[in-house]
């Protein structure tokens, strides 16, 4: 079976083949550390080896827990924010026909999210779509207090049992939380809802192929089993005895962390594929959150190409040159659509005739990258021999292994997110919650 790829040789013209090949030590000393667990954020490390770790069994209660949903709801909505559910979505979109939506003959329930934000407008929209339809809920919080989730989750179980009634609400709301503590677990286990653990020792961001991503991604009908086996199979393939040259992880967190020695402090996630948007959020939380910190840093952007050409690709070509490219491509499309031939020609287009639209978006995609090189921009290449399951996980197990890596090749904890908590306090401050009222003068004071 084949493998994802990283391609880097369009890094060389920047910095040096040997800087990166001489690296290999410092880049091995990093994953070593993170199979030792010896460095900063070692608490957090519970993701590392999780694929390789879950069982066919533990797989048999998300499919079941799923099913049992599937069976019901012609809705489900996913409940969290940040990790608790980029990682879903980002599966999801990837995955899922861009139109199914639509259909009347959909086998699965539409998967929609909430507690990603605070719009009142989104929020009375989302409750005005599950209006006299059976809906389930899956919860995704460790404390169960963050504001968006907890916000969303009162509002739609309030709904939920106004509808179908108490008794039949507890039957389709599945919590996804802590072990034993928080306000989500003491609910749950009160109601009885059906829960799985987000294990302590894995952060939000690193949460995709625990329960946190695997339930909504079965509840949207794909195979589980498929993207674990992917995973998997990267982390055999960046495991601590894999050498430098072939430990694509190691190469990915070297390649990245020269360039931005060198002044290249923008990386730009660009894909051809519009499915791919959702991995790129997934990706910029991932990477953002884990290295922007002590003043550090690349700064994580991402572009759907060919659409964002008509509007970042000024920049991107001409723009200040601070910035290097990752480019995910998609060897074969999982669909074939061949262009059709005009008599007229009007639109000049005849000598598209007979050629797949892949192959057109492909040279699209190589007519991009030659002109962003020859523009002075370092791209890395990521190709995926097609988008399912497998491949899916190898992609999010890569990013995760190589984010870890990166880290501590930087310097930084990859698995702490201190600045995080800035705004919570200013906002709980406005809002006159109990136990802020020192810091409600200072910063109403500011308004």
């Not at 009347?104 to 909430?114: L, S």
């Not at 779509?129 to 404390?143: P, R, V, W, Y």
């Not at 639209?357 to 523009?375: C, Q, R, S």
Request: proline share 3%; with cysteine; glycine share 8%.
């Amino acid at each position: 079976m084949e493998n994802m790829k990283l391609i880097i040789d369009k890094v060389y013209g920047f910095v040096d083949k040997k800087v990166i090949e001489n690296n290999n030590f410092a880049a091995q000393k990093a994953n070593e550390t993170l199979h030792k667990g010896t460095d900063k954020g070692s608490d957090f490390l519970g993701w590392l080896h999780l694929p390789s770790k879950t069982s066919a069994n533990f797989l048999s209660e998300i499919e079941n827990i799923a099913n049992s949903l599937i069976q019901q709801c012609e809705v489900v909505v996913c409940i969290g924010i940040g990790g608790s559910y980029l990682g879903a979505k980002a599966v999801i979109d990837a995955l899922s026909n861009s139109f199914d939506w639509l259909s009347r003959e959909r086998k699965n329930p539409v998967i929609v999210y909430a507690g990603q934000n605070i719009g009142e407008d989104y929020l009375f929209e989302l409750q005005s779509l599950l209006k006299n339809k059976i809906f389930g809920i899956i919860c995704i919080s460790k404390s169960g207090t963050t504001t968006e989730p907890a916000l969303a989750f009162r509002l739609l179980k309030t709904q939920l049992e106004q509808q179908q009634g108490a008794a039949a609400a507890k039957d389709l709301i599945v919590c996804i939380t802590d072990k034993s503590h928080g306000a989500l677990r003491i609910l749950a286990d009160k109601e009885k809802y059906k829960t799985f653990t987000i294990e302590d020792n894995i952060g939000g961001r690193f949460s995709v192929l625990s329960p946190v991503g695997l339930l909504p991604i079965a509840v949207a009908g794909f195979d589980i089993r498929k993207l674990i086996e992917g995973a998997k199979s990267i982390e055999t393939q960046t495991d601590i005895s894999v050498p430098f040259e072939n430990n694509i992880a190691a190469q990915y967190a070297v390649a990245r962390n020269e360039l931005y020695r060198i002044g290249k402090k923008i990386e730009i996630l660009v894909n051809f594929h519009p499915k791919l948007h959702y991995i790129a959020e997934w990706w910029k939380q991932l990477y953002g959150e884990s290295e922007g910190k002590e003043g550090k840093g690349i700064f994580p952007a991402a572009v759907d190409f060919t659409t964002d050409l008509h509007s970042m690709g000024q920049w991107i070509q001409d723009g200040e040159r601070t910035i290097f490219e990752t480019v995910i491509t998609v060897k074969n499309p999982n669909h074939t659509t061949i262009f059709p031939t005009w008599d007229e020609n009007l639109d000049g287009l005849n000598f598209l005739a007979g050629k797949r639209v892949d192959n057109i978006n492909k040279m699209a995609e190589l007519g991009t990258m030659i002109a962003h090189l020859d523009g002075g921009v370092p791209q890395l290449k990521i190709e995926l021999p097609r988008l399912d399951e497998y491949y899916i996980g190898q992609l999010l197990y890569f990013f995760e292994r190589a984010c870890g890596i990166s880290g501590y090749l930087l310097g930084v904890n990859p698995f702490d997110q201190p600045g995080v908590e800035a705004y919570k306090k200013n906002m709980f401050a406005l809002l006159d919650k109990p136990s802020f009222e020192a810091q409600s003068k200072e910063i109403k004071s500011r308004i």
